[in-house]
């Protein structure tokens, strides 16, 4: 179970440092990148030119800043003169100065930079840093919980963030049916967890059609 979250945890790391730099600002490519964590730290490795940025996280709670630390040059070394360099003061540079990066006109096949992203407001920062924080995952019970919001002013909030770009729209999936959604509604309010037994007797369900019902909506990917 843990490894499987973690490799969801790396390739949602992967997609977002995609989305920031959809092609490497050293080499132009847009191939992708792979990612890894040292010390609980995600480091982006390009596919194309073994470009490698440690992610530098700064602040605390909404009031965070990402910021890139170039860890190890391009295999031609035409960045070699920025590793593990910075702003003054500072470890790395910020998304802006990466997306600008022009090193003398030496990318191959780059596309222009991706326009830039709506501004978020304080409580979306907040909602998309938990939601990092957690892998790109989020359960809306305990998130609002946690961040003290109604479910509906955070899922409010995610679409927003979906609307924006930050994170991925969902694929939509299957519909339901009535006794698929109180099952689906009864997982959430536990956390995300069931316990046949004790979720038949108050749902008033036979364990057999419960957990044939669990196993649709696994099939459907409502769960795992």
């Given amino acids: 179970m843990w490894g499987e979250r973690k490799q969801k945890a790396l390739e ?13 600002p050293i080499c132009g490519s847009d191939l992708g990148y792979d990612v890894a ?13 073994m470009t490698v940025w440690k992610l530098i996280v700064e602040g605390l709670g909404w009031k965070t800043q990402r910021r890139y630390l170039l860890v ?7 960045a070699s003169s920025l590793v593990k360099k910075g702003d003054r003061w500072h470890e790395g540079y910020k998304e802006e100065f990466w997306k600008s990066l022009d090193l003398g006109g030496m990318k191959m096949g780059a596309e222009p930079a991706a326009p830039p992203r709506p501004p978020l407001t304080d409580l979306e920062e907040e909602v998309l840093d938990y939601i990092d924080k957690h892998g790109g995952e989020i359960s809306i019970p305990e998130a609002g919980e946690e961040l003290g919001l109604m479910d509906d002013r ?5 679409d927003k963030l979906r609307e924006k770009g930050y994170i991925e729209k969902p694929t ?11 099952v689906l ?3 959430d309010r536990h956390g995300g967890e069931i316990s046949v037994p004790q979720a038949s ?16 909506l696994k099939e459907k990917g409502y769960i795992e």
């Fill in 12 to 24: 949602w790391w992967a997609s977002d440092f995609k989305r920031t730099f959809p092609t490497c």
């Fill in 154 to 158: 955070l899922k409010a909030i995610i």
């Fill in 37 to 49: 964590t040292k010390f609980a730290t995600p480091h982006f490795k390009c596919r194309s030119c």
């Fill in 172 to 182: 939509p999936s299957p519909a339901l049916t009535d006794l698929e959604k109180e």
């Fill in 185 to 187: 509604d009864y997982i």
């Fill in 72 to 78: 190890e040059p391009d295999k031609d070394l035409r």
């Fill in 201 to 216: 007797e108050e749902l008033g369900l036979r364990e057999a059609r419960l957990k044939a019902t669990i196993d649709k």
